[in-house]
Structure formats: structure tokens, C-alpha cells
């Protein structure tokens, strides 16, 4: 199929989709639906999408809320604090291990990430308030667990319906002990997505870490000329320990990671660094943009899917240093790179030509793209949960031929685009997983690696290629039928 007459089937399907909906909501779904190609330099976004836009009322979407994008993506994985999910106990209980984020240390000891932390509201919280009830979580947290080095609070939906003074209570309870307690009025309705609950959340790094005493945690790190710190990696099977073992070899030194296994203490050392490597622009770019402004540290994306990406990424990196960092570049990617070609000699034959739609939060459905086509494979469907027009801008650059390009798709369209494009895997969230794999179509999970993971880094594409290959060429679907296709049999 040439590529005219792939965009305009493309096209024709995003057309069709929009015929299910009353008139109104076709308008509004239409502006976040469109063919993405890398060749079109009219469109002011990828597919020329409108996105970070409210959910139409009724549709089922993908998101996430600010509580989650607080609680689950920035401060949940800060492994030595303590992050009480401040509300009823629902939201503490499905967040809680969901993500796994990888970390070191002695849960329950001096290390916390998997531990459910709840004020557990009641319906008397919910009249009379749940002030009396934080201060007192606060006092039992540092009975139980006296080795913790601060205490976030995580504000549910209800404790802005209410009116609650987290921040007042905070602050009584930190200046009585010293402690380091951060409230994040993270409110689950705040916003229209998770997005939003990212950047109050790199706020409150902001203003309780940076501009806190957490420095005299311990004794200070004496910065080297080498020092970097990788932000927006969660460590989730393991990414970022992937990706340091790249970073250290070729002679930089992590002194932080924010915020799969980080403590505390190293993101407040942070501002010392001579160079930040950001992974997760949607999540972390506030953070990095205020310690440029303030600090006067560069910051820099990476991108470390695929072996593409990350020779390119890791030249990008070396680049900032001198010539002994870059001598090391090389020698880092002469050494994998028999490796890779090994797994690329494997796999290649048996991906090649595969077709991948792919729908994640605000990251992936770009960066993976080069990882999947390292592999032969052609991505033909794209889009993203909480994404802002920069990040569609940034996908542009990524995207290597025609693509449908999708934002904040739902369960209907998501399934409908699917059955008219008819791609090899699917690759998305959590919650679509069983739609796909009942419809006969193989399936990754690349919110958290399906139980699997790392895929970053040289490591990690090694375990990325195995699964996709397991996830597509499994016999199992040769055993299975979707109800559809079963029409007129007994």
C-alpha cells in the first residue's frame, strides 16, 4: 500500500469512528483524532491534535487523576519517606505497588515504596474534618517507623471538597520536630488529568526540599566535574539501575535518580550536578526547567529504548563533557554493540514487518517508537493519556511514516481503530490488556513492563525484543477466536 493510499484509509477510519457519536461529541472527539506524518510541516502538532483538554462527561477514558500523578509517578517512589494517601482508603489501597518501582533497602526498616499509608477517612472526617486525624498519623508514623526521613501527604478528592488545612497541620507538626513533611494538595479532580498532579508535585520538591533544610540529612556528597542525575526514571523492573550502569561505565557518576529508588537526601543534593538527564519530559520537566533558571544546570532528554536511541542518546550525553567522557562514549557502545546485533540478528527475522498500535501515558508512545523499529517493526498507531502539545510536537520527530495519531483515546475508539487497522500487537495500559488479548490479539503491557522489565538500556532491549517476540509469535492465538469471527458456526 503506498502512502497516499494508507493515510487516506487512516483518515477514512478516523471518519468512521467519529460516526458513533451525537453531533457535538464527534466536533470535540474530531480535534483529537488525526494522521500524523513526519513530512507535514503545517501541522503545528503531531496529527494536528488538540490535547490536555477535560474528557468529554460520559466517555470512558484512560486517565489518571493529579492524585495519581502525584502519589503514583513523583513521590511515590521516594523509598525512605513515608506517603500517606490523605482520604478514604480506596485510593491508597489501588495505587499502592502498582507501578513497580524498583528500589534498595529493608521495607518497613528504612524503606517504604510498597507500604500502604492511609488516613483512612471516615464519614465523621468528612463532617468535622481530618486535621485532628493527620497530626496524629504523624506522631504514629514516626513511633512505628523512626528511621524515615520525612513524610509526604497526598491529598484525595475530598480534602479539598472539604477544606482541610494539610498544609497548616504540616507545618505545625514539622516545626515542633524538625521532620521534613511536605503536603502536595494533590486533590484527585484538580486538572484534567494526571499531568497536573506532576508539576504541583515538582512543585513541593521546589519549595520542601530545595528551599528546606533536607541538605543536613547526613553528610554532603563533594561534587566531581562528572556528576549527573537521571529525573523521570521510576526505576519501574529496574530502568534506571539499566541505564546507570551505561552512564557510570562511560565515566559519569549518578548522584541522584528521581524517583525510582531515590532518597531524599539525593534529590536535594541535586542542585550540585553539572548536568541533568531527563527521561520523562511530561513528568519531570518542571523540576528541570526551575534548577536551569535558579541553578544554572543544563538539563538534557535522553532516550534509552532501543539501540538507536540510545547510541544517539548517549553521544548527546557525552557531548556536555570533555574529550575523556566521549573516548568512553565510544568505547561503552563499541563494547554492546556485538550484543545488540546479536538480539537484532535473533528477533529481526521474526518481527519484521509487524504492525504496533500503542497508547501509554506521557512518554512512551514516542519513545519507544525507534525500539520497535530497531526491530523491524512498524508502528501505525500512536497517542497518549495526559499528553500537552509539546509533547505531540516532540513525536513528530520520532514517527517515520503515516500514523494515526490519537489523544486521550477511549475504550471505543481505541478498540474501533484497532479491528479497522488491523496491527500485529498492541501495546498500552493496564486496564485495555483483556480487550485486546479476547479479541485473539497479542499484547504488551507497557505501563509497568507486564511483570517484566527492564527495557532500558542496552539490558533492557534485550528482554524488550524476547517479550515482544513471545507476546506475537506465542501459539496460543492460533487457538482462539473472537466473537465475531465465529458467526455462523454452531
Known sequence: MGPESLEAKQKAAIEEVLKAYPEKAAKNRAKHLGVGSPEDESQKTCGNVRSNKKTVPGVMSQRGCAYAGSKGVVWGPVKDMVHISHGPIGCGQYSRAGRRNYYIGTTGVDTFVTMNFSSDFQEKDIVFGGDKKLAVCFEEIDALFPLNNGITVQSECPIGLIGDDINATSKVYAKATGNTIVPVNCEGFRGVSQSLGHHIANDTVRDYVFDGNVETLGDAIEPTEYDVAIIGDYNIGGDAWSSRILLEEMGLRVTAQWSGDATLKEMAQTPKVKLNLLHCYRSMNYISRHMEKEFGIPWVEYNFFGPTQTYKSLRKIAAFFDEKIQAKCEEVIAKYEPMINAVVDKYRPRLEGKQVMLFVGGLRPRHVIGAYEDLGMEVIGTGYEFAHDDDYKRTKDEIMRSTVIYDDVNEYELEAFVKKLEPDLVASGIKEKYVF???????????????????????????????????????VWGYSKAPWETEGEA
Open 437 to 475: 488479548q479476547k479479541m485473539g490479539l497479542p499484547y504488551r503491557q507497557m505501563h509497568s513492563w507486564d511483570y517484566s522489565g527492564p527495557y532500558h538500556g542496552f539490558d533492557g532491549f534485550a528482554i524488550f525484543a524476547s517479550d515482544m517476540d513471545l507476546a506475537i509469535n506465542s501459539p
